[in-house]
Each structure stands twice: as C-alpha cells, then as structure tokens.
C-alpha cells in the first residue's frame, strides 16, 4: 500500500546535473530509510545513497562528492542530486523507502525506476 514515485531524470551531457526525486505515498507510519539504487544494463542493482530518519547519509564511493542525497521535513519525498556526471552513471535510478506501516507492519517498498542517462 506504500507507493514511490520518481521524477527528475532524463537525458544529459557528462558534466552535467539532474535532480531526482522520489514521493511516498499510501499508509505510512514512519519512514526509517529512503534511498537511490540504480541499475545499468548487464550490471545488479548497487546502492547509490541512503539517508535515515536521523539524517545520517551513506554513499557509494563512485559518486562521493558528485550526489547528494536530501529529504523534506516530513521525510515523504528524498532527493538526489547529481552533479558532474558522468557516462558510467548512466543507468535506471530506483528509489527504495523501509519503515513502518502502521505499528505492526512493516514495508520496503520500490519505486519503478526513472531513466538517466549520461551522454559523452
């Protein structure tokens, strides 16, 4: 019942940015993680940022210091940011949201995936 929706990708020139965003909806009590993962193609899905409820962050070293990943105060929407891409970062972004249902449910839910794509 918990739904993500992703915006924000699209076609763009190495060098580059895109901000992508990604919207929870449906029955949520609390959201203990959002994330980014992405997929190119031949390749397994790989973390690309997480951040918690706290606010802590990871990244995948491939892209410290180039992504950023954010949330709004309600933690229902996250953000990615991406600055100087690259052709390597080109892949279909996922956003990914674990928590809490209600008190005794939880969910991990994925959104459908937005296409970036990092020309040369």
């Known amino acids: 019942q918990v739904q993500l929706v992703e915006s924000g990708g699209g076609l763009v020139q190495a060098g580059g940015s895109l901000r992508l965003s990604c919207a929870a909806s449906?029955?949520?009590?609390?959201?203990?993680?959002m994330g980014w993962y992405r997929q190119a193609p031949g390749k397994q899905r790989e973390l690309v940022a997480v951040?918690?409820?706290?606010?802590?962050?990871n990244y995948a070293d491939s892209v410290k210091g180039r992504f950023t990943i954010s949330r709004d105060n309600a933690y229902n929407t996250v953000h990615l940011q991406m600055n100087s891409l690259k052709p390597e970062d080109t892949a279909v972004y996922y956003c990914?949201?674990?928590?809490?249902?209600?008190?005794?449910?939880?969910?991990?839910?994925w959104g459908q995936g937005t296409q970036v794509t990092v020309s040369s």
């Open positions: 990914n949201a674990d928590g809490l249902a209600t008190l005794f449910r939880s969910f991990n839910t």
């Open positions: 449906g029955t949520i009590l609390r959201i203990n993680t």
């Open positions: 951040i918690r409820s706290g606010g802590s962050t």
